[in-house]
């Protein structure tokens, strides 16, 4: 589970930054909202950011992603890009260097990880296990400008032998973590690889991005070789209301390749050999249809014809299938999108009673009406902002001090919190 992250230069935030998931003293709700992972140490498995539009609230779900990226995806070039953006709102911050750092527990063991680079390199890696009260260093790495490449220690508590060593120091290119490497090279299962697997489980979904929200219900249901993932989703769309009885992966129309010429052509191409049986056979992919049982009888819709409130309740249920059974961080911006709030609280408390891991969810969102709901303890929320020079601040609910008896959402309400979008009047000059 995470602990913290923390960035700095990175998009909108200049200055370091933490967002936290280790609770206050607060008592309500521990069983709910929190999870031993050592003994003495609970984490909490809820996040909310709030924040006015283009206030920095989906910059850090992006730096999240990113840091998971870079963990577990290495280029191949190694002219290609880190991925990483800077402040880029004064000189200086432009050509500085970013930072990245993370706290997590695995197997109760703490772990600290971080990284310093910009977007051609990465100057500084380095990864810190606490098997005691005492830190090991895993490995540390170091930028050689003078050979433009990377300069790799590994620490005796990381278990590999020399030869192992070589090869995974080898690969490392300027722009590729070491963490990323060690999925190419084949090496010994060590603590290394746990942290990997850890962070390449991380889920993030935004609503600006393409595909759209209903292909992780898709693409669960396809690998749902025991009805396993169908019967969650059937479950929680029954509890929505929403008149489904079922959902349906039919095989879509391919490409017929009648012509011999053009079947040669598919034969040579250098595709995976059930691509290319799926093109000569004229299999498409897979498509959703949806079952609606009226008092008129029994209606097959296509994804299509289905609401974007249905399509993003599909999505989310999905989404809680995977943090129920495979742990993982879950990240989602706007998670409102499309969606009654009744089934926003609905999500947000099956999680909270049904998950009995070490998964977590945080999740950017503008609806102010979770505030004001008993079940969300203020240590969960946090607030974005931008001051005159356009960085971002993130501030925590809890830190502001209010009596119990004080709705936050009240107190938000009232500038009394984070600063509110300053909208003026609702009258606009008129040229004359």
Request: one cysteine or more; glycine letters at 8%.
């Amino acid at each position: 589970m995470i602990a913290s992250f923390s960035v700095e230069n990175v998009r909108s935030f200049r200055e370091r930054t933490t967002l936290s998931f280790i609770p206050t003293a607060e008592k309500e709700l521990r069983d709910e909202y929190t999870r031993e992972v050592r003994p003495g140490v609970r984490l909490l498995k809820l996040g909310l950011v709030y924040g006015a539009n283009a206030s920095g609230k989906t910059n850090i779900l992006q730096a999240l992603e990113l840091f998971c990226r870079l963990m577990t995806s290495a280029p191949r070039e190694r002219t290609a890009s880190t991925g990483i953006t800077p402040f880029l709102l004064d000189a200086e911050s432009r050509g500085n260097p970013s930072c990245l750092e993370m706290d997590f527990y695995l197997g109760g063991e703490k772990y600290n990880l971080s990284v310093r680079l910009d977007s051609e390199r990465i100057y500084q890696e380095r990864l810190v296990v606490y098997p005691t009260t005492q830190p090991a260093v895993l490995y540390e790495r170091t930028y050689l400008p003078a050979k433009d490449m990377a300069d790799i220690r590994f620490g005796a508590k990381l278990g590999l032998t020399s030869a192992e060593r070589s090869v995974l120091a080898g690969n490392t290119l300027v722009n590729a973590t070491v963490l990323a490497t060690l999925g190419r090279v084949n090496i010994q299962i060590t603590r290394l690889n746990r942290v990997f697997v850890f962070l390449g489980k991380a889920i993030f979904e935004f609503p600006q991005r393409t595909p759209p929200a209903f292909s992780y219900a898709k693409m669960a249901l396809q690998g749902d070789t025991a009805s396993e993932v169908k019967a969650f989703l059937l479950q929680w769309l029954r509890k929505a209301d929403i008149n489904v009885e079922d959902v349906l992966l039919k095989k879509g129309k391919g490409l017929i390749l009648e012509d011999d010429a053009m079947r040669s052509i598919t034969t040579s191409l250098p595709l995976p050999a059930e691509e290319v049986a799926r093109l000569l056979t004229g299999e498409g992919e897979p498509e959703m249809r949806f079952l609606h049982r009226t008092q008129g009888g029994v209606y097959e819709l296509s994804a299509g014809d289905e609401s974007t409130g249905t399509l993003q309740l599909l999505d989310l249920g999905t989404v809680l299938y995977a943090m129920l059974k495979g742990e993982p961080f879950v990240a989602l911006d706007g998670v409102e999108k499309s969606l009654h709030y009744e089934l926003l609280l609905f999500f947000l408390k099956a999680f909270l009673v049904n998950s009995k891991g070490s998964a977590q969810l945080l999740v950017a969102t503008h609806d102010l009406n979770l505030l004001d709901e008993d079940f969300i303890r203020r240590d969960a929320v946090w607030f974005a902002e931008k001051d005159g020079e356009g960085v971002s601040h993130l501030s925590r609910l809890s830190s502001y001090g209010l009596h119990r008896n004080v709705s936050p959402y009240r107190a938000y309400r009232l500038g009394k919190l984070a600063d509110l979008p300053f909208t003026g009047s609702i009258y606009f000059d008129r040229a004359e």
